[in-house]
């Protein structure tokens, strides 16, 4: 695991953002293409600002394939949309194109039917070669939960590669879809972000790994053999 502390919340945008934009160009330079998954939560938005801002030019957009870790199950203009941030703040503002970026199937009937969807695109993304992301983006909750994946819930023992979950402890209380274990852990890099006061505890227990992922399951992310990188603040640092 490698595990930055950086001084200040600006400090960890900017900071992720180099590190997103490293590991794109070094997987654009191995294989041609970069594939990322976005995430939600307040942590990332200044992340994706500054990748919009800073590093517009020459990150060779048109090789990335952007899909979202998790969503709720609300179209993407909806306030709650975690693809709509990301669209918002980050993909509406560098140069990439419709069919590079591939949200969840919300205009489904049920957040399982766009569970099931969202795999098949994922696997015809990837195929004939595995579902291996170059980059997956995660928060952590106060409670220990990442993605969609809420402890002690039914999606932490899915061995399909996107689930769908009930609401969980996060309001606004809509279902949603998530990557599961299975795809999290087969990932090349899997960076969690932090912020804030309220995330010590859990960073405390995801560096220390305290506990069990049914209670924590942010401790449940492990890939292999990628790597774990951890970027927090000042404030969200593990004592
Ligand atoms: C979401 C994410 C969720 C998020 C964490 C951390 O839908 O918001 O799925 O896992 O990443 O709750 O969010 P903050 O960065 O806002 O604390």
Known sequence: MEYHICEESAQLASVAAARIRDIAMAAIHTS??????????????????YLAEHYVNDSHWEKWAVFVGDDRFVPPDHTASNFGMGHRLLLSRVPIEKGQIFPVPTHLASAEQA???????????????????????LGVGDDGHTASLFPKAPALNAISLVTHSPPG????PIDRVTFTYPLINAARHVMFMASGEKKRPVISD?????KFAVDCPAIGVNPYPGKLLVYVDRDAAAT
Request: proline fraction near 10%; aromatic fraction near 12%.
């Open 32 to 49: 041609g293409r970069f594939t990322i998954a976005l995430t939600g939560g307040s942590t990332p938005e200044k992340t994706y600002e």
């Open 115 to 137: 569970a099931a969807e969202y795999q098949k695109t994922i696997e015809k993304y990837f195929s004939p070669h595995p579902c291996i992301f170059d980059l997956i983006l």
């Open 206 to 210: 995801l560096i220390a790994r305290k």
């Open 169 to 172: 402890t996060l309001p606004p």
